[in-house]
């Protein structure tokens, strides 16, 4: 993309009326004397608005970004798009910077400067790009990614490019030219525009009706093409092509003048800290107030934007999807040197205990910022904590005579560099993976290794609203005299209507980088040992380990913890791998956000309500979304980690997984208990550890909904079914009781010597009748405790000496709770209120009249203005969905300043919204309530 000097300076825009869309407020400490020539020694702060065009004959934008800056700090930003985009910057300002937009005004240069950069379209440039490879491989690779109905996310067909290039299965060549270590920047739109083309013979677009590259649409997988199929594609595409223009302008230049021969006070108002008077209800452009500023942006990636994604609040910052590669590995290589190794040992009474063990390298953000072209500080990693690695066996099933995969997770561990990852196994299963990773053609399909890891990213969505204009006016006469305004019949206006504003949500993407694994042991004799008690010995090719048929049981419950464990959880052992524990929960709960949750959420529950409004009531959903997690609390987990080291294979610790594991590989149904109401929570795809469960209802049914939760609840049963055949059930739980967070629960522990501090992170009181302890060597003790603590309070318990952990049990005090109690995430209503004052002046005596409103009676805050000579007050609220629901949640109050030098001030009346609409029709026998 080239860059170039065109565009006309920004200029400040003006209304219908040649008037500008400017407003500057001055906020000073006290009133001035009438002795002091200045107040520039008053001034506190200042908040300033106003419109910017950029419209050039020349350029349609496709998009346009205008900052205000001080040098290198940013103070205001604004985005358009089209031939004159409207960019709306708005600013609270310290004093200097106050100062310097008064400067400004008059013309005086200063450090204040508008920079605005565009993009815009040239001519379009043909690109032939070659895809080289097998159509079998690409299949695999979406089959894999695929959900169990064979379906797929734009983005998932689109990733696995990323995966295909990277390992080389897919070859790509761009006008002639190969490019075998990655895709030039400036191509990767031909290139993806040839991949989504050619995926058509694999998949079925489910979303004709979308445009082919809306992110939102959805393919089917087709059956799989013959092996021997390859895949020769040549597509020529016409790119758009685009330049930018960029240019920076001093604040004086755009603003100086700009008031002259208007009367500067209608545009810059000066008010006093401390003093009750009320903001002004319109600017002297009578243009309507437009949209609040955008919600801030979580620092979280976009979703769905491509191979490294741009950051949702910081421009400048890319993220990137680190690669995974096993290291070198040759016959002779260094025992623990290279990317595999395959050791097994007999074990007392016949069987076999075996170990896969993978080390892999990280790729760089160097290697990314040199694939971007990103400068390398603003590179950013997807994967923030540990990977999942997952080695897939194939076996036949004896029971079916079908070819299948069972997945092993890894345990994993990081040496500076270095990911190492180790799968144990037993019996049967290490002859399978032996024959599976040795021998060619061992089975109708290769073993597969997987590193997978998830992320949150962002993304907008309609959650927000604002009034339609009224549609008629009439002013009172009275006594027969008193102006008239001619009636403009457009009907009754909706009370609410969508908002192009929208509200950011955060989504969980899941990536998954799948290779094929295979070490023929003819050519790696030297990574296939067997151990003995003597050492180990290299063992090679051995057709006595080779096994390529099961009868498939993958776990078998161990009874005994019933009576310690049973109103909690089953808990199964594994028969594929030493010391693997499946842990069913009795129930799954909302729970809440982890500690560390670097967006300020933790320990608040993981729900949030929100609203999508359309132009009716009657299209109007709301929606409550929450995660659910085993109701396993971390004292109670840690025990069951405790008592099962008896059933482990020694030196392996326990390792606990839950049917929502992806090494379970288990299905999942779901039934819910009938509540009398049409609304049925709905479960998304597994996340990991936990689901997601969305309820959405009509705008007549959500408050019931929402007093549902905050009593009896939702209930309903998830059924896990396990490749075996096996079927386990849970059950889910969708009320105000919420667990969690799994790692610390609701009072996370310090311990410093024989002292342990407790913390009630929550909302209510919670009770801790004992502490579970642990000392070094691993021995356990409890500790009575038996005291409240109340939220937001710390206390602290003494301990034996050498105790290093301590899990308090926690006990949380009181009832069901109402939604609103739980500090879930509501999504905030921004609505106008509009006030019509229909009231002769004159006749009832009548200086100045001031309206103000307020969400309800337990709301401090209160928005007000006074009425101008439109006879109009445009009010912006902002209140919870929740609040929106409810009937008479907005109150309003008239103050009337009479001729004779009175004030009278009316009582709070109480306003329906949602009955009444919000367009206030302000008549005398309104205004004159007492």
């Not at 009754?492 to 969508?498: G, H, L, S």
């Not at 300020?600 to 309500?609: E, Q, S, Y």
């Amino acid at each position: 993309m080239s860059t170039t000097a065109i565009g006309s300076a920004p200029r400040v825009r003006r209304d219908g009326d040649g008037r500008p869309v400017f407003g500057l407020t001055v906020a000073l400490s006290r009133r001035p004397r009438p002795d002091e020539t200045s107040v520039r020694h008053l001034v506190e702060h200042g908040q300033c608005g106003f419109e910017l065009s950029v419209a050039d004959a020349a350029t349609s934008f496709r998009t346009v970004d205008a900052v205000l800056a001080d040098g290198d700090t940013e103070l205001a930003k604004a985005s358009g798009a089209g031939g004159d985009p409207v960019l709306a910057l708005s600013m609270i300002l310290d004093v200097p910077r106050t100062l310097a937009v008064l400067d400004a005004l008059d013309g005086k240069p200063g450090s204040l400067a508008i920079t605005v950069r565009g993009t815009y379209g040239t001519a379009g440039a043909k690109r032939s790009v070659r895809l080289r490879g097998k159509w079998l491989d690409v299949h695999r690779r979406l089959a894999n990614m695929a959900d169990a109905d064979g379906k797929l996310r734009h983005a998932q067909v689109y990733a696995v490019l990323t995966y295909l290039l990277g390992d080389g299965t897919v070859l790509v060549s761009i006008d002639g030219t190969d490019f075998p270590g990655g895709v030039p920047e400036e191509a990767k739109d031909a290139v993806a525009a040839a991949w989504l083309r050619a995926m058509s013979f694999l998949v079925k677009r489910e979303t004709p009706d979308l445009p082919a590259t809306d992110p939102a649409n959805r393919y089917s997988l087709k059956a799989a093409p013959s092996a021997g199929f390859p895949m020769d594609v040549t597509v020529t595409t016409t790119v758009p092509g685009s330049a930018e223009t960029a240019w920076r302008t001093p604040l004086s230049d755009v603003l100086g003048g700009l008031l002259t021969g208007t009367g500067d006070d209608r545009y810059v108002r000066y008010v006093v800290l401390g003093e009750d008077e009320p903001a002004p209800g319109a600017r002297a452009t009578r243009r309507p107030p437009g949209p609040p500023p955008p919600p801030p942006a979580p620092q979280l990636p976009l979703a769905w934007d491509g191979l490294y994604p741009r950051d949702a609040a910081r421009a400048n910052v890319r993220w990137y999807q680190p690669q995974f590669r096993l290291l070198p590995t040759a016959a002779d290589s260094p025992r623990d040197g290279a990317g595999f190794l395959f050791t097994f040992a007999q074990r007392a009474g016949g069987g076999l205990t075996g170990k896969v063990t993978f080390r892999l390298s990280q790729s760089t953000a160097e290697e990314a910022a040199a694939a971007s072209g990103a400068p390398l500080a603003n590179m950013r990693s997807l994967l923030t904590g540990s990977p999942s690695m997952t080695l897939y066996v194939p076996f036949k099933d004896a029971a079916t005579g079908q070819t299948r995969t069972q997945p092993f997770g890894a345990r994993i561990s990081l040496t500076g560099t270095v990911w190492t990852a180790e799968v144990d196994l037993l019996d049967d299963w290490v002859r399978l993976a032996y024959g599976a990773l040795s021998a060619p053609g061992f089975q109708s399909r290769p073993a597969e290794f997987v590193v997978s890891y998830s992320y949150e990213s962002t993304y907008k969505g309609d959650a927000a609203f604002r009034a339609a204009e009224p549609g008629s006016r009439a002013v009172e006469a009275v006594d027969g005299h008193g102006p008239s305004i001619a009636l403009q019949d457009g009907g009754d206006p909706p009370p609410i209507q969508a908002d192009p504003r929208q509200q950011w949500h955060v989504t969980t993407e899941e990536v998954g980088q799948h290779s094929t694994t295979l070490f023929p042991c003819s050519t790696y004799k030297g990574r296939y040992r067997q151990q003995f008690a003597d050492g180990e010995r290299i063992i090679g090719c051995q057709d006595a380990l080779r096994l390529g048929e099961v009868n498939l049981q993958q776990y078998a419950e161990i009874t005994d913890l019933a009576t310690d464990f049973g109103t909690h959880c089953k808990v199964f052992r594994s028969l594929q791998q030493p010391s693997q524990f499946l842990v069913v929960p009795a129930r799954y709960r909302i729970t809440r956000f982890p500690a560390d949750d670097p967006n300020g959420r933790a320990f608040r529950p993981d729900v949030v309500v929100y609203a999508v409004l359309g132009t009716k009531p009657e299209d109007s959903r709301y929606h409550l979304t929450a995660a659910l997690q085993p109701d396993l609390a971390p004292d109670v987990r840690r025990d069951l980690e405790y008592r099962l080291i008896s059933y482990a294979v020694p030196g392996v610790p326990p390792r606990l997984v839950f049917p929502t594991d992806t090494t379970v590989n288990a299905g999942a149904s779901y039934r819910w208990a009938d509540t009398g109401h049409a609304e049925r929570p709905e479960v998304q795809p597994q996340a990991w550890d936990n689901l997601r469960v969305e309820l959405a209802s009509g705008v007549e049914n959500t408050l019931l909904v929402l007093e549902m939760i905050g009593k009896n609840g939702y209930s309903g049963t998830v059924t896990f079914t396990l490749p075996d055949g096996m079927t386990v059930a849970s059950q889910l739980l969708l009320d105000s009781y919420v667990a969690g967070p799994p790692a610390t629960g609701p009072v996370p522990s310090t311990v410093t010597g024989t002292t342990v501090t407790l913390t009630n992170r929550i909302e209510r009181a919670v009770t801790v009748p004992e502490l579970l302890t642990f000392t070094v060597a691993g021995a356990r003790g409890t500790v009575a405790s038996g005291q409240t603590i109340a939220p937001g309070a710390a206390l602290q318990v003494t301990v034996p000496a050498g105790v290093a952990q301590a899990w308090p049990r926690c006990v949380p005090a009181g009832g069901p709770l109402k939604v609103e109690e739980l500090r879930v995430f509501v999504r905030d209503v921004q609505t106008d209120l509009v006030v019509v004052d229909l009231t002769d002046h004159a006749a009832r005596g009548i200086k100045r009249l001031h309206v103000g409103a307020r969400v309800h009676a337990a709301d401090p805050v209160e928005v007000g203005g006074d009425f101008p000579d439109t006879r109009e007050v445009r009010l912006r609220l902002t209140l919870p969905v929740t609040d929106y629901l409810r009937a008479n949640s907005v109150e309003l109050r008239f103050t009337r300043e009479m001729a004779d030098g009175s004030t009278v001030t009316g009582p709070w009346l109480p306003w329906d919204t949602a009955r009444a609409g919000n367009v206030v029709s302000a008549g005398w026998d309104l205004i004159s309530k007492t």
